[in-house]
């Protein structure tokens, strides 16, 4: 297995794959978690390249080689920021894969933890080209998260920098990246979600009452969904597993 640093148009990015790898095998983009980094996923990429396929960690904005001094204050404020940029950033790196010559199929997925789920979510709604998905703790609508985190800012006294126009501005533009609102995606696009039932951080009510109206009305096409009894907001071996062999599976 060969891991090497890279920097792909201004982007730190972890390159794992092995030796003979050609541009004919399956690629996954996997996302890390807000305030971590592309390194703290490598137990991902060790098994999903052990399945035969290439991966990629990037760092995300304001993350790992891109951090600048902040609070996380400052980092909390920056967050959708950070979302929408990333989400742009997977686009990047296709168009490089493909530049490299290492994606010669349509054989990409994209998969992610907490805010790379979040990433993972927005770009099934505007990418066509992904094959399949795996959304860890993430969420399926970007304005109720938004809804959701501005609530608590408010809750806890927090003053949120930002007036009712800018607000309403906000929700609507996120409106289009909202999964919720594309679900014919499922019929055709293979993608897994994996939350833990005692989830606080990005709560496990973001995605499940919307996969359970999938199912209610059969639209829920190839999609999987594994509820975590036990678990909080951290994926466990038997769901990095899970996920791992999901994305090899579907991209073999």
């Known amino acids: 297995m060969i891991v090497t640093t890279e920097n792909w148009n201004r982007i730190p990015l972890l ?21 971590s980094a592309k390194e703290h996923n490598l137990h991902y990429a060790y098994q999903l390249v052990e399945k035969g396929m290439r991966v990629l960690l990037p760092d995300a904005y304001l993350h790992g080689e891109r951090a600048i001094e902040m609070s996380e204050e400052q980092m909390n404020l920056n967050f959708w ?31 992610g933890t907490s805010m790379g789920g979040i990433v993972t979510s927005g770009c099934l709604a505007i990418y066509d080209w992904i094959q399949s998905a795996a ?10 998260l ?39 995606i499922f019929a055709h696009t293979p993608i897994l979600f994996w939350h833990g039932k005692r ?19 059969g ?10 009894a036990k678990a909080g907001h951290a994926v466990s071996r038997s769901g990095v597993l899970a996920v791992t062999d999901w994305l090899a599976q579907n991209l073999a």
Request: hydrophobic share 40%; proline share 3%.
């Open 15 to 35: 390159h794992i794959y092995k030796d003979g790898m050609t541009g004919d095998a399956p690629v996954v983009i996997f996302l890390h978690g807000f305030l």
């Open 81 to 111: 920021k950070i979302v929408l940029k990333s989400v742009e950033e997977v686009q990047t790196i296709h168009a490089e894969l493909i530049n490299r010559k290492l994606l010669t199929t349509n054989r990409i997925g994209i998969a």
């Open 135 to 144: 959304i860890c703790m993430g969420v399926t609508s970007y304005t109720k």
């Open 146 to 184: 938004a809804e959701h985190q501005l609530a608590d800012f408010a809750a806890r006294g927090i003053q949120f920098p930002i007036t009712e126009q800018q607000k309403n501005e906000m929700l609507h533009m996120f409106a289009k990246f909202d999964l919720e609102n594309k679900r014919a």
């Open 199 to 217: 989830d606080q951080v990005v709560p496990y009510a973001m995605t499940r009452p919307f996969y359970e109206e999938l199912e209610a009305s």
């Open 219 to 228: 639209e829920q096409g190839k999609s999987a969904y594994i509820a975590d």
